[in-house]
């Protein structure tokens, strides 16, 4: 059985996150979506609303399951037995960080293997820190996230 795990900040999930999902439960028997707890990074949304928009957005999705882990990501891969990181990329800018990312996580566990899937073009320029930037200032995120956290979202 192929497990996989999508982690990242999901502060909030958007519509590009969702998709990578989406095409990661039709490529593996089961993604966990794993918000990783970084103490360097203060998220605008508290670990447990992520944790409940991204719920709230996969329900619909039997093979998908929302977990969080503080820690290295390759020990939380291999408390779950899955051989498989799902990580998106939009754009040249990702990859460097990207590249650094998973040979680190080879160094570190050799069996884990790193899995990227090209953003579709509508969403290559979506980020979270755009969807904050947008709410802030009152603006309208209805094609940004998931119509499922939209009234969450408002409450930034
Ligand atoms: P991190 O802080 O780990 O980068 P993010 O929540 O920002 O976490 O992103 C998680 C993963 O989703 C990363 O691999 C990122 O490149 C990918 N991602 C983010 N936005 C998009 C998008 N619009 N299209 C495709 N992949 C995306």
Redesign the pocket.
């Known amino acids: 059985m192929s497990v996989c795990i999508?982690?990242?900040?999901?502060?909030p999930?958007?519509?590009?996150?969702l998709?990578?999902i989406t095409r990661g439960s039709q490529m593996f028997d089961q993604v966990i979506v794993c918000v990783?707890v970084?103490t360097q990074?203060s998220p605008a949304f508290p670990l447990e609303k992520r944790l409940e928009m991204i719920k709230a957005s996969v329900k619909h999705l039997g093979n998908v399951s929302v977990d969080s882990h503080a820690g290295l990501l390759v020990d939380y891969a291999k408390k779950q037995n899955a051989g498989i990181i799902?990580?998106?990329?939009?754009a040249v800018s990702?990859f460097e960080?990207?590249f650094a990312m998973a040979a680190m996580n080879r160094q570190l566990a050799g069996d884990v293997e790193t899995v990227?899937?090209?953003?579709?073009t509508e969403?290559?320029?979506?980020?979270?820190?755009v969807v904050r930037e947008i709410i802030r200032f009152g603006g309208d995120v209805s094609e940004l996230v998931p119509k499922a956290i939209l009234s969450d979202v408002k409450e930034l």
């Open positions: 999508y982690p990242g900040s999901f502060d999930i958007t519509l590009g996150h998709d990578i990783m970084n990074k799902l990580r998106g990329l939009r990702d960080n990207e990227f899937l090209m953003t579709r969403y290559s320029f979506l980020s979270s820190s």
